[in-house]
């Protein structure tokens, strides 16, 4: 457990050191590859390109790269409506409950593992979890403003001081990120809370107001709704493109290293992105 904390930190303050616009129109840019017809409530996509499909009947479903299906989750409803994927790790799914305050646990099959009720490990509101580089979970625990880690059977590893006490102020990360030997805390209104391994706070990072967030090795991705940004976390470059009209209105988007999956009434469209 984590009891003291850095209180200074570097305010990433150089947001436009570098900036570039290109237009939507190159067609280079945003190529459709390929639509995945179906009424589908949310998705996540691996590192290996596999794609999980979480339908309006509350069935999760593993596709490879091309299409074909590898495995079937039958059991979603029972605990409501799932808030989030987590497939960083293809070997160990998570799927987050909010309404219920439960993670469920699956292999790469998609059998179930386990079942976390955070409520019976005095986390009483997570606003947002994550899988940990060492297959344990990040949680944020809203009501005591801290970033916690704790273990498949709920087990608490490490935890944060109080946010109040760092920051004056509470936070309410909509994502976590486990990247690079770092943990990223996003809150749209404040920004990105960045943490080491053991729980100290290393900086903090200037973007706001961003949906859609990803991070995908040294990039930040994300939309406003207006433009998809591109954060290079190494050399502070930030870049910019027009959101196509195909992509406008679209209810999830998902980047990957090279590829952007879009969500929208009708399915998942995938397109090429440089």
Do not use: C
């Amino acid at each position: 457990m984590v009891n003291t904390i850095r209180y200074t930190f570097v305010s990433l303050l150089v947001f436009f050191s570098t900036f570039s616009i290109l237009s939507a129109q190159d067609d280079s840019l945003f190529t459709l590859q390929k639509n995945i017809p179906g009424n589908i409530s949310s998705f996540a996509v691996d590192n290996l390109e596999n794609l999980y499909i979480l339908n309006s009947s509350g069935q999760l479903k593993k596709l490879t790269e091309k299409g074909d299906s590898l495995a079937v989750f039958n059991n979603v409803k029972k605990y409501g409506e799932a808030t989030l994927i987590d497939v960083s790790n293809p070997l160990k799914i998570l799927l987050y409950y909010r309404d219920f305050s439960t993670v469920v646990v699956l292999d790469r099959l998609l059998n179930m593992r386990t079942a976390i009720d955070l409520r019976k490990t005095d986390i009483l509101q997570a606003g947002t979890v994550a899988l940990s580089y060492d297959s344990k979970i990040w949680v944020y625990d809203e009501v005591q403003n801290k970033l916690k880690k704790i273990d498949d059977e709920g087990k608490l590893l490490l935890e944060t001081p109080d946010f109040r006490l760092l920051f004056n102020q509470t936070a309410q990360p909509q994502n976590i990120f486990d990247q690079d030997k770092l943990v990223y805390l996003y809150d749209s209104i404040q920004g990105f809370f960045v943490f080491d391994y053991y729980g100290a706070l290393k900086n903090k990072i200037l973007i706001t107001k961003w949906k859609h967030v990803r991070i995908v090795g040294k990039y930040i991705y994300g939309t406003d709704g207006a433009f998809i940004y591109r954060y290079n976390i190494t050399t502070f470059r930030y870049d910019k493109w027009p959101v196509p009209a195909a992509i406008a209105g679209a209810r999830k988007i998902y980047f990957t290293a090279n590829r952007l999956y879009v969500l929208n009434d009708q399915g998942i469209n995938v397109y090429g992105f440089r």
